[in-house]
């Protein structure tokens, strides 16, 4: 999940704003993840051309 959707618990304001030192400890956290800054639908396309490419892969293998 990117931080940029998340609200804190502490202090009930939007993660990336930083308002409190929980909101800053948890941004720089999800900074340093090599996954927080990715979009969901960036890991959802390439699922979804990874099932491909394995479907394509599968029609090539069968027998005329």
């Not at 990336?16 to 993840?33: I, K, M, T, Y």
């Amino acid at each position: 999940m990117t931080y940029d959707r998340l609200v804190c618990a502490n202090c009930a304001a939007p993660v990336n704003q930083g308002r409190c030192p929980v909101c800053r400890a948890h941004r720089e956290r999800l900074q340093q993840s090599p996954w927080g800054a990715v979009h969901p639908m960036v890991i959802l396309g390439l699922l979804l051309l990874l099932v491909a490419a394995g479907a394509a892969l599968a029609l090539a293998q069968q027998p005329a």
